[in-house]
């Protein structure tokens, strides 16, 4: 166990200490986001990531409709590819297929004019 030694601080020295602190746990939150992001998977956990079986997977992999990584007779996943791929499938929001019609729409009367 490590001995404290108790002093007087002045109120600057006090938030100079809390600044470094905090920073120094912010840098390290955001070092294991970075790390998380990157982060590898197994195809057990990619199914496990993604909410599907694992024959459901191979399928994906079979057809090249999933982003994966083989070496030798492992496959990987990166848990952000993954995720950006789960994204592509989003729906577009009513307002949003407006405005890209919309905007199809004006670039067509601009060539025909």
């Excluded at 989003?90 to 670039?107: L, R």
């Amino acid at each position: 166990m490590q001995a404290v030694t108790i002093t007087q601080i002045t109120p600057p020295e006090l938030e100079i200490l809390i600044e470094n602190s905090i920073r120094k746990i912010l840098g390290s939150q955001k070092h294991e986001h970075h790390l998380d992001s990157d982060h590898l998977l197994t195809i057990q956990e990619a199914s496990a990531f993604l909410n599907l079986t694992v024959p459901t997977l191979y399928g994906y992999v079979h057809r090249a409709e999933i982003p994966v990584m083989k070496k030798s007779k492992r496959l990987y996943f990166s848990k952000q590819q993954l995720m950006d791929w789960v994204k592509e499938g989003q729906k577009k929001t009513i307002s949003e297929i407006h405005e890209q019609a919309s905007d199809f729409v004006n670039i067509r009367k601009k060539k025909s004019s």
